[in-house]
């Protein structure tokens, strides 16, 4: 059997109605900022239960638009996580910050009790990345932040819909970003964003920004950027939006699977914690697994496409070298590149592909 990893093809099998409401757009030719754009804006903040919605080029500017909003940029540091995809670390580059790292806890989230240290005089804000569409720890954070001072942008790229003591993510700081990404649990046919805040001022001010600081045809408000959602994807997006319910109940009840399954190879395979606060959507599956890679070549050989994010540590990597990190800094996220696997988890596997891939975890580990 062979189990995919990418599902977009089935993902988009239906493409019909897509195609017709981009073909009655194609009429308006409103191809920038055209109203399926605010349709989407609505329809994502009532989704996720925020006061405002802002369509963004992507995630990355989502995030770096957020830093910028809050007037981050040189001379200050932004704390965020140790284990996150690189795109938190070069949106803090953009906006001439200096990012700082701190260690992730076993559930990939950054730890709290490692924040403080961190903090100098230069800080101004906090990223928490809830990586897998786990939720950091929130409360910790904020109570962090409101402390020292500092504001927090929450990088919600991975957790849409996923919940923090009854919160959403990405409403739980100063401003919340998404990605759209063809690789997310919204994904549209190319690249979008959305940031979510419930601040009326920064809505505006984000609404300048992603549009050259223009506050019409004429007048320039500030220096702002180009980076708005198409209206295209957002057709895309406006279709996909009320699926986003049933896509996170599958993509729980995929995981739920594997985790009654794995837990009875304790040793082997070990989840991460699992904390009763946290509602998660299972952007990734991932677990600890001994042998990780011995076992990630069996799930190959066997078909199943597992795959590993990310084999190397950022803090190791050549393209942050500036950073002045090195090995043995971040123990935690060094473990996790070590021993994590990912396997498929999306809506669209059936369910003897699930019971495959947990039967070739087990024979792998029987065979040992
Ligand atoms: C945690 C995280 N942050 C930021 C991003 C950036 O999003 P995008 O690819 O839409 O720029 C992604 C996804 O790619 C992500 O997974």
């Known amino acids: ?26 009429k308006t030719c409103q191809f920038t900022l055209g109203p399926e754009v605010a349709q989407f804006e609505r329809g994502f903040a009532e989704l996720i239960g925020a006061r405002h919605a802002v369509g963004v080029a992507n995630g990355t500017d989502a995030l770096m638009l957020s830093l910028r909003v809050l007037g981050i940029g040189h001379g200050d540091e932004v704390i965020t996580s140790a284990s996150t995809f690189v795109a938190t670390i070069g949106a803090i580059h953009a906006v001439g910050a200096r990012p700082v790292l701190v260690d992730v806890r076993p559930d990939f989230t950054i730890d709290p009790a490692r924040i403080e240290a961190a903090v100098t005089p230069r800080t101004r804000a906090i990223i928490p990345v809830h990586l897998t569409g786990d939720v950091s720890e929130m409360d910790a954070i904020l109570g962090i932040a409101q402390r020292r001072g500092l504001a927090v942008v929450e990088d919600a790229c991975q957790a849409i819909t996923a919940t923090y003591r ?17 690789l997310k649990n919204l994904n549209v046919w190319g690249d979008g964003g959305v940031i979510v805040t419930n601040d009326a001022t920064l809505d505006e001010r984000l609404r300048l920004l992603r549009n050259h600081g223009l506050k019409n045809r004429d007048e320039i408000e500030v220096l702002g950027y180009n980076s708005r959602l198409d209206s295209i994807q957002a057709v895309v997006g406006n279709w996909l939006l009320p699926q986003v319910p049933s896509i996170t109940d599958r993509r729980i009840a995929n995981a739920a699977r594997y985790d009654n399954a794995f837990a009875r190879l304790e040793g082997d395979i070990t989840l991460p914690p699992r904390r009763p606060e946290t509602r998660r959507v299972f952007h990734l599956y991932q677990v600890y697994a001994r042998d990780r890679d011995r076992l990630h070549q069996h799930l190959l050989e066997q078909g199943v496409d597992a795959k590993i994010h990310y084999p190397i540590p950022l803090h190791l990597q050549r393209g942050l070298a ?38 070739v975890v087990k024979e792998f580990y029987r065979s040992r």
């Open 166 to 182: 009854g919160r959403s993510a990405g409403t739980m700081g100063a401003l919340g970003a998404f990605s759209l990404h063809p």
């Open 322 to 359: 500036h950073l002045g990190y090195k090995a043995g800094d971040f123990p935690e996220a060094e473990r996790q590149s070590t021993f994590v696997i990912t396997l498929p988890v999306d809506q669209h596997l059936r369910e003897e592909e699930i019971s495959y891939t947990i039967d």
């Open 1 to 26: 059997m062979r189990v995919r990893y990418s599902y977009l093809p089935q993902q988009f099998e239906r493409s019909e109605e897509i195609l017709a409401g981009i073909r009655a757009h194609l």
